[in-house]
């Protein structure tokens, strides 16, 4: 069976130091302003009960991605192993995946836009012209999960081919592997605790798992 990657994120450990959030900003260059990974803070209850629960949030790289199903020339597909990816020579910046992604995940710049008004010389680096006008995502940082192929590595358990945001979490609260795999440690994670995914009752099918509680 081919693997399907998934995210679980343990809200219990959150600790809404948004290290996930600079990480994949360091490893994808993403401009000012645009933030493939966010970490959403929200208090419930009512004095003096009150709690606050921090929330990681992402591309969902959904099993049935409504984004996919509204492009007008394929750019965006579902790979066999569940990554929700972008093809930025064929996409038109349509925008109709940003209106029909139920999660605020994608965004489109028109123009380089640097961190101070004029661009440093690091910033220029790291320029991608391929990234302007065109809708941009986490990308489950697909090009360390195909690293794996070559080098025989396993994603969620080698640094090395595994997302940075997951690499980076100091509190050990995101995990991620092949939930296709009895033996990987997402599995073993969902079996247990109770979890849920965000907007379940939409159908999508979100690779993004959080656990909330002991089973």
């Known amino acids: 069976m081919s693997p399907r990657y998934v995210m679980v994120i343990d809200l ?31 208090e419930s209850g009512e004095y003096p009960d009150v709690r606050r629960t921090f929330l990681p949030v992402s591309c969902m790289h959904c099993a049935e991605p409504p984004c996919a199903e509204v492009c007008p020339t394929t750019a965006t597909q579902k790979r066999e192993d569940g990554l929700v990816t972008i093809d930025y020579d064929v996409c038109i910046g349509c925008a109709n995946c940003i209106m029909a992604c139920p999660f605020d995940a994608r965004a489109i710049q028109h123009e380089p836009r640097y961190a101070y008004g004029v661009p440093m010389a690091h910033e220029l680096a790291r320029t991608d012209p391929g990234r302007l006008s065109v809708a941009t995502k986490c990308t489950f940082c697909k090009e360390r999960i195909d690293r794996a192929a070559i080098t025989g590595q396993t994603p969620g358990v080698d640094p090395e081919v595994t997302p940075a945001c997951v690499n980076s979490c100091i509190s050990g609260a995101m995990q991620f592997g092949d939930i296709n795999d009895p033996t990987s440690g997402v599995v073993r994670l969902l079996e247990s605790a109770r979890h849920f995914r965000v907007h379940e009752d939409l159908g999508t099918g979100p690779s993004i798992y959080y656990i909330w509680s002991e089973t």
């Open 12 to 42: 219990r450990r959150c600790v809404g130091c948004q290290t996930c959030t600079a990480a994949c900003k360091s490893a994808n260059a993403t401009p000012p302003g645009v933030q493939w990974r966010r970490v959403l803070d929200q």
